[in-house]
């Protein structure tokens, strides 16, 4: 049987293991709201290790909110190019500047209130709460289910809102009220390090005693999951389209697959479409007519979140003047300075790579 969960003890245990080991992250030095509010953005759905130099790169252009708030979208998506899930930095850059004009210049240290900021959601504004102004919450990402889920033996699926809310209301009583903050970081830390999904290392746990799946070994089936359905497959068609050196771009519009990014002329082909032809409509979108017919240079495959993707990569010359706004033409040395995704970059090393042969 595992020892009574006492609040106390459970918190000391790990708090004294989260002293000895925690880690040396960047966003831990000199932590305030503003470093804690862009760091756990930025580790929303990506590992500590991707983080980690785009962190270094983003505070030494935007060392402060103000300086955030005062640059151009596409600065900040120039700096957030290949850490993916760009709505992330979109709205990193609408709080900004929402809190510099609106709200003094000053995160809020409600939770609340910092839930109304743009992207802002439950877990985050218990992060920046906690970590930032040592408010007593415990915010419930991944790492900190899976931890709350074994030691209090639940088989429910945690993904599920309610299974979540649940284990965030019984671990909400185990926050150490000293060091609130130390406290959210050092679950999120337990889960990391010791409590695995995958074959956790529980000896080197500070709070095994406490875990009622350990003792019923039952690590390995909690915490449950509820089947993710299949991703859906989409195939794309991208033309490379070249003029005196530059290379054509576009912005992909909002609400669309990676926003705000630029990319080579792309569109999705419909069912039973060939991809030469959603090549032409790609270009003809810009105003721009193929003089005879695109030559495809490479295939490539990319997995984003919710879909995989299949794109297929052409070159083209082409006729007429662009008729959109959102489009450019690019010099190679101008690529690293302006906002293209993984996959963007992916598309032009493709079609790059066919202009050498």
Known sequence: MPAALSALAFARALLAWYDRE???????????????????????????AAVVPYFARFMARFPTLQALAAAREDEVLTLWSGLGYYSRARNLHRTARLVVDELGGKLPSDEAELRQLPGVGAYTAAAVAAIAFSRR????????ARVLARILSERRPIDRP?????????????????????????????????????????????????????????????????????KRHIHLAGVAVERQGRLLLVRRPAGTLLAGTWVLPLQEMRDGEAATRAARRALADLGLRVEGTPKLVGELRHVFTH??????????????????????????????????????????????????V
Not at 168 to 176: I, M
Not at 205 to 230: G, Q
Not at 323 to 329: I, T
């Open 307 to 356: 879909r995989d993707a299949t794109a297929s990569v052409f070159r083209a010359r082409v006729r007429g003047r662009i008729a959109v706004a959102d489009a450019r033409w690019v010099r190679g040395d101008e690529l690293a300075s302006i906002p293209l995704s993984t996959f963007g970059r992916k598309m032009i090393a493709c079609a790059q790579a066919s202009a050498t």
């Open 162 to 230: 309610a299974v979540r809310a649940g284990l965030r209301a019984q671990g909400q009583p185990l926050v150490s009220a000293r060091r609130p903050g130390d406290f959210a970081q050092a679950m999120m830390e337990l889960g990391a390090l010791c409590c695995l999904p995958r074959n956790p290392r529980c000896p080197q746990c500070p709070v095994a005693r406490f875990c009622r799946a350990r003792a019923a070994r039952a690590t390995s089936s909690i915490p449950a999951r509820t089947k993710r359905p299949a």
């Open 22 to 48: 925690k880690r040396d992250l960047p966003w831990r030095h000199k932590p305030n709201a503003y470093r804690t509010l862009v760091s756990e953005l930025m580790l929303q759905q990506t590992v500590v």
């Open 137 to 144: 919450t415990l915010p419930v990402d991944g790492n900190v």
